[in-house]
């Protein structure tokens, strides 16, 4: 079996011969079982990336099941499907089973496939992060940016502008690893976020950007599954806080906002200013330098701003002038 293997357990039929149909034409290789003891066999027998188990079954439940499996297989994704959407049952399937997803039935195919396949590029992440592969590893966050054609490189030029304002603060070597590893992660929990809102050609409306806003949660969910350093998470977590407290997810303020997660934030905002996206064309360095200087003491950090205007004009400078 290869690593996209996803294993559906239901005590339904129609349903197991449902999800078939459903990934026939995919790329990934489909293990069905009916019972939890069955999944448990192949489980045992097989790698999966991806678990997606009913939760009203004879026997063990799908809670019980899924709590079972993080002791073969930690780093496998857990999803929980049922046709009880309750909020006891997806807070205990949280805790004890560590879910990543929570599915009502009936589904909407396109969701439901959807999620499994965001399931199976976080695996992927875990996996590479934790072989320390970096060359795999800053092919998955490149893979997660296909996701939305205009932040195509996003993560490799965040990570130059961030290790560029890292020098220029003389951080240690170990630190430089850590923002350049956050800077590659930082967006990766936008794999749970649908298409349709990353590549939405007008501003999102509420609904929309309160789904865009969990990808901080969901990244630093990925970054500690893979048990990386504390500062990568804090990357994933906080790079959209704000230095007046306005920011997400927990509106942290001024140097309670982790200074790795700072020096990100300013990288990120930079080339997000200096990019094409759906709703705005790209502004010139000059001009995004200007909004940054703004920016000073209500978004961004005022003394790391003025390390980065610093070196950041140095950079273009020499770029303009073949240096």
Not at 181 to 193: A, F, N, P
Request: net charge negative; with cysteine; aromatic share 8%.
């Amino acid at each position: 079996m290869t690593a996209d293997t996803v294993l559906f357990v239901d005590d339904e039929q129609n349903i197991l011969n449902a999800v078939k149909r459903l990934f026939m034409s995919d790329t990934i290789d489909v293990l069905t079982a009916s019972t939890a003891l069955e999944g448990m066999e192949l489980m045992k027998r097989n790698t999966v990336a991806v678990i997606v188990s009913d939760n009203m079954m004879p026997g063990m439940n799908g809670i019980a099941f899924l709590e079972w499996t993080k002791t073969v297989s930690p780093d496998s994704v857990r999803i929980l499907m049922t046709g009880y959407a309750d909020l006891h049952s997806a807070i205990e399937s949280i805790n004890r089973g560590e879910v990543f997803r929570f599915v009502t039935k009936p589904w909407n195919d396109t969701e439901l496939s959807q999620i499994v396949l965001d399931s199976i590029d976080r695996y992927k992440i875990v996996s590479s992060i934790k072989s320390a592969d970096e060359a795999k590893l800053l092919s998955l966050a490149q893979t997660i940016e296909l996701k939305d054609p205009y932040t195509k490189g996003h993560c490799e030029r965040v990570a130059t502008y961030a290790l560029m304002l890292a020098d220029g603060m003389d951080l240690s070597d170990v630190m430089k690893k850590n923002i350049k590893y956050g800077s590659w992660l930082h967006d990766c929990g936008k794999i749970g976020v649908p298409e349709i809102i990353l590549n939405k050609p007008s501003e999102l409306d509420d609904e929309q950007f309160a789904t865009m806003k969990k990808h901080s949660r969901w990244g630093a969910d990925v970054a500690k599954t893979a048990q990386l350093p504390e500062p990568v998470v804090n990357i994933a977590l906080y790079h959209h806080e704000r230095f007046n407290g306005e920011g997400y997810p927990l509106g942290l303020k001024g140097i309670n906002i982790p200074l790795e997660a700072r020096v990100v934030a300013i990288a990120d905002a930079f080339d997000a200013m200096t990019s094409d996206r759906p709703y705005r064309k790209k502004l010139s360095k000059e001009e995004a330098i200007a909004v940054i200087t703004k920016s000073k003491s209500s978004s961004f950090d005022p003394a790391l701003v003025d390390i980065f205007v610093s070196v950041i004009t140095d950079f273009v400078f020499n770029k303009e002038h073949g240096k």
